[in-house]
């Protein structure tokens, strides 16, 4: 079996790239490693990838060389993106490449594909606005985004659906409620927190550390990804939307105690008003893709903090020498 991975150096590419290969799936990668975060650490990620990977460095909005990543792959892991809420203020078009052209590559590129039975993309929690009824179920309302980000992830859904309706293409898409883990993503709070404590530099906690996020372990996020790629849709239901989280809001200040405690060094802290485009709290209802595949998930923030810590660590002093 052939599977493509887009953003196959970004965080949760990566990942499934090495689960899917540990199956002894043929793997075909592509991203355009782009320098939105340290591309060092993509490239450490891609390094790690080895016997039955294949990687295509080019931009998925490049629409004619996408089209030629389809032979024989039977199933596309679309999880590329321009990620991040607040940096989709200081450089909105990289929203409209990476995630409106990109994902009409994608789509394209499965339309065109007779191979390819089933196309599992990356949506966001963030769809869900400042307004949807805790915790967040998929029968929510999502048409309220508070950000740019958001409303192109929730127009990748809308884009799915029409091809979905015009040319039957089976299609899954998953709403991420903030990942975290080994191997993450810097401009995420659980890593920018990490390196402000380590180098001694504030750490900035909205309103009086009263936020809560839904902190789903990328081990967890992996285990729903392949519950769908194992329980592809039926003609019944083509087109499903699910979230994947850990069913569990928690305080960022939880998260920087943890860091705290990994790193053996306070954080100093700067109290400010929180960003219009943020929510008070996210929580995920998992009772949908918990029917289709049985998805529990089963990681802590108290557990997963150590890890990604542990991990952090190591990287502090690899990075260094790349």
Same mark, same amino acid.
């Given at each position: 079996?052939?599977?493509?991975? @887009?953003?196959?150096?970004?965080? %949760?590419?990566? =990942?499934? #790239?090495?689960?899917? !290969?540990?199956? +002894?799936? &043929? *793997?075909?990668?592509?991203?355009?490693?782009?320098?939105?975060?340290?591309?060092?650490?993509?490239?450490?990620?891609?390094?790690?990838?080895?016997?039955?990977? @294949?990687?295509?460095?080019?931009? %998925?909005?490049? =629409?004619? #060389?996408?089209?030629? !990543?389809?032979? +024989?792959? &039977? *199933?596309?892991?679309?999880?590329?993106?321009?990620?991040?809420?607040?940096?989709?203020?200081?450089?909105?078009?990289?929203?409209?490449?990476?995630?409106?052209?990109?994902?009409?590559?994608?789509?394209?590129?499965?339309?065109?594909?007779?191979?390819?039975?089933?196309?599992?993309?990356?949506?966001?929690?963030?769809?869900?606005?400042?307004?949807?009824?805790?915790?967040?179920?998929?029968?929510?309302?999502?048409?309220?985004?508070?950000?740019?980000?958001?409303?192109?992830?929730?127009?990748?859904?809308?884009?799915?659906?029409?091809?979905?309706?015009?040319?039957?293409?089976?299609?899954?898409?998953?709403?991420?409620?903030?990942?975290?883990?080994?191997?993450?993503?810097?401009?995420?709070?659980?890593?920018?927190?990490?390196?402000?404590?380590?180098?001694?530099?504030?750490?900035?906690?909205?309103?009086?550390?009263?936020?809560?996020?839904?902190?789903?372990?990328?081990?967890?996020?992996?285990?729903?990804?392949?519950?769908?790629?194992?329980?592809?849709?039926?003609?019944?239901?083509?087109?499903?939307?699910?979230?994947?989280?850990?069913?569990?809001?928690?305080?960022?200040?939880?998260?920087?105690?943890?860091?705290?405690?990994?790193?053996?060094?306070?954080?100093?802290?700067?109290?400010?008003?929180?960003?219009?485009?943020?929510?008070?709290?996210?929580?995920?209802?998992?009772?949908?893709?918990?029917?289709?595949?049985?998805?529990?998930?089963?990681?802590?923030?108290?557990?997963?903090?150590?890890?990604?810590?542990?991990?952090?660590?190591?990287?502090?002093?690899?990075?260094?020498?790349?």
């Amino acid at each position: 079996m052939r599977v493509l991975v @887009t953003g196959a150096a970004g965080f %949760i590419g990566y =990942h499934v #790239a090495q689960a899917l !290969l540990a199956r +002894g799936i &043929e *793997v075909v990668g592509v991203d355009d490693l782009n320098p939105y975060y340290d591309v060092r650490l993509k490239q450490a990620r891609l390094a790690r990838l080895g016997a039955g990977f @294949t990687f295509h460095h080019l931009n %998925i909005a490049e =629409h004619e #060389a996408v089209m030629r !990543l389809g032979d +024989g792959v &039977e *199933v596309i892991v679309h999880v590329a993106a321009q990620a991040g809420v607040r940096y989709s203020l200081e450089n909105p078009f990289a929203y409209a490449t990476s995630n409106l052209t990109g994902h009409l590559s994608i789509l394209e590129l499965a339309r065109h594909t007779p191979s390819v039975k089933h196309l599992i993309y990356a949506s966001s929690s963030s769809v869900y606005g400042t307004g949807s009824t805790l915790p967040y179920a998929e029968s929510e309302r999502a048409d309220r985004p508070s950000s740019l980000y958001a409303a192109t992830k929730k127009a990748d859904e809308l884009m799915s659906a029409s091809y979905t309706h015009l040319f039957g293409l089976k299609q899954t898409g998953l709403r991420f409620f903030t990942v975290y883990g080994p191997w993450g993503r810097p401009d995420m709070a659980y890593f920018s927190f990490a390196e402000a404590i380590s180098a001694g530099q504030p750490v900035t906690i909205y309103e009086g550390g009263r936020l809560q996020r839904d902190f789903t372990y990328i081990d967890d996020i992996i285990a729903g990804i392949l519950g769908v790629f194992d329980h592809p849709p039926t003609d019944a239901t083509p087109h499903r939307l699910f979230n994947i989280g850990n069913n569990r809001a928690e305080y960022v200040t939880d998260l920087v105690r943890l860091l705290e405690e990994g790193l053996g060094r306070k954080a100093i802290t700067v109290n400010r008003p929180k960003p219009e485009a943020d929510p008070e709290k996210t929580c995920a209802n998992v009772d949908a893709l918990h029917g289709l595949c049985g998805y529990v998930p089963s990681t802590k923030l108290a557990d997963g903090i150590p890890r990604f810590v542990e991990w952090y660590k190591q990287w502090q002093e690899v990075r260094e020498t790349l």
